[in-house]
């Protein structure tokens, strides 16, 4: 198994240092590294991005900044000449890292979720009426702005359309050019402590970390949502990650479904235990 990791900005033969501790750990498990330019890569450059890419019919897994679909899907374009495939193809690094992708299989345990195909005014006010008057957060398709929460992220009502409108503008205007997809609208729940991300390889939940918002906040015992498994395994999604929280009535949800290449590690978590958990064999933890 080969690792790809990000190169640092400023020196392009060194690791980015947010990666460098699972490339070691990489290494010291026997697995090849080698470093991608990002910057390439969301420009659209991937042949330049994988210059330094050498391998032999290998198979490849990225741990990096966030790409759009379209960088990702170049990224793995760029490798197939040099017999390298990515273990997450195109497809289905799209059905993870964008929320259309995933939602229908998660509906049951997740909030209520609606969207539209960009940015129309017209189609955002029919998706409101989908989901119905009462409290929503809006996002895009990969991001939301919850750093924004009252001006750019938390709609109080729905009904009241001129409302929801200036939070969706503001949404929009924040996101720029990196607005993906469409708007789309989830429906408010009360959730409360911190968020428990989990980690799953094969369909298979290999570990459960705190969240990179709240490193230290470890996750509780109980943190487990009825049929999740099943869920995320009927995806067939190589490597997922899978955030939790428990909402007012202790009941757990899922908050986001996303592509494990491109998802945070607390600071917390030893990158040798993610390491092992995403490139060795392993039992469920």
Known sequence: MMLLVPADVLHPRRIDEHF??????????????????????????????????????????YRG?????????????????????????????RQAHELPGWYDALAAVTPATTWTAGDDEQAFHDACRRLGAGAAVIRDYTKS???????????????????????????????????????????????????????WV???????????????????HDADVPGLDAAVAGLALPFVTVDLSRRADGTWRVIELGDGQVSDRPATTPATTLIDALLSPAHPR
């Open 20 to 61: 460098a501790a699972e490339a070691d750990a990489a290494r010291a498990a026997g697995h090849a590294v080698a470093l991608v330019d990002h910057d390439a890569l969301a420009a659209g450059e991937a042949d330049r991005a994988v210059a330094r890419v050498r391998g032999d019919a290998t198979t490849a897994v």
């Open 145 to 199: 702005m919850k750093h924004y929460w009252h001006e750019a992220a938390f709609i109080p009502d729905l009904a009241d359309q001129a409302r929801a409108w200036q939070v969706a503008r503001r949404l929009r205007e924040l996101r720029g050019e990196d607005f993906t997809g469409g708007y789309v609208l989830r429906r408010f729940e009360n959730f409360t402590g911190a968020e428990v991300r989990t980690w």
């Open 65 to 93: 900044w966030m790409l759009t679909s379209a960088a990702y899907a170049g990224l793995a374009a760029a490798l197939a000449p040099r017999g390298i495939t990515l273990r997450t193809g195109a497809k289905q690094y």
């Open 202 to 220: 094969g369909g298979v939940c290999r570990l459960r970390t705190a969240h990179p918002d709240t490193p230290d906040a470890a996750p509780p």
